[in-house]
C-alpha cells in the first residue's frame, strides 16, 4: 500500500525546520544544501516542495509572521489602556534576542522587496500591512469605546503602520533606540488623541 504523504504539511515542516538557520545565515547565506540537511531530505525533495531557496524563505516569513500576529492578538486581550496597548505593539519586536533575530532577517526581506522585489512580496507586503492596519483599529476602537481616545484617531492607523515602518528601518541605519522613540511618539500622539476625562 502507498504512503500518502500530505505534501501542504511536508512543505510547512521543511520550511519551520529550516527557520533557525535562517536567523542564523540571513536570506543571502542560506542555500539549499543547507536547507536540505537541516530538514534531513535530499535536495531534490527539496524542489518537489519549493520551486527555489526564496520561495522557502518566503514560507518561513510567513510563520514568522504568523508568530508576531498571534503575539498581537494576545496584546488585545490584555486588560491595559489603549496607550499601553499601542506601545506593546510597537514595542514587541524589540523585545527580546528572539525578535531582534526575526526582525533582521525582515529587515533583510524589506530591503530585497524594495530593490527587486517580486509581485508575490508586494502582495505579501500589502497583506501584512493589513493584518497589522487591522490589529491596530482594534487597539483604537476599543480606546473610543472605553471613552480613553477620539473618535478621530481611527484616522491615524495607516500613519501608525507607517511609523512602524519607518522605525524597522531607521532602528538599525540611524541606531536609534526603538524603545525610547516609541514611548516619545506614543506620549506625543496621546496628547493630540486623548479625549480630555483622561489628560
Avoid: P, W
Wanted: aromatic share 8%.
Amino acid at each position: 500500500m502507498a504512503i500518502i504523504v500530505d505534501k501542504e504539511k511536508k512543505r510547512t515542516d521543511i520550511a519551520c525546520s529550516c527557520k533557525d538557520i535562517l536567523l542564523e545565515y540571513g536570506i543571502k547565506n542560506l542555500t539549499i544544501s543547507h536547507i536540505a540537511k537541516t530538514a534531513g531530505v535530499g535536495k531534490g525533495t527539496i524542489y518537489e516542495y519549493f520551486e527555489n531557496k526564496e520561495d522557502i524563505v518566503f514560507e518561513i516569513i510567513t510563520s514568522i509572521i504568523a508568530e508576531h500576529e498571534q503575539q498581537l492578538h494576545e496584546i488585545i486581550n490584555l486588560d491595559i489602556s489603549s496607550k499601553e496597548k499601542l506601545f506593546h505593539f510597537f514595542n514587541l519586536i524589540y523585545e527580546n534576542k528572539n525578535s531582534q533575530e526575526q526582525l533582521n532577517i525582515y529587515r533583510e526581506f524589506l530591503a530585497i522587496s524594495i530593490t527587486n522585489g517580486t509581485a508575490e512580496m508586494i502582495d505579501f507586503n500589502k497583506v501584512c500591512r493589513e493584518k497589522f492596519s487591522n490589529i491596530l483599529t482594534q487597539i483604537i476602537q476599543e480606546g473610543i469605546d472605553k471613552k480613553e481616545l477620539h473618535k478621530a484617531a481611527q484616522d491615524l492607523v495607516s500613519g501608525l503602520i507607517t511609523f512602524g515602518l519607518g522605525l524597522v528601518v531607521e532602528a538599525h541605519t540611524v541606531s536609534l533606540n526603538a524603545k525610547e522613540e516609541i514611548k516619545q511618539y506614543i506620549d506625543a500622539l496621546f496628547t493630540i488623541m486623548e479625549t480630555k476625562e483622561n489628560k
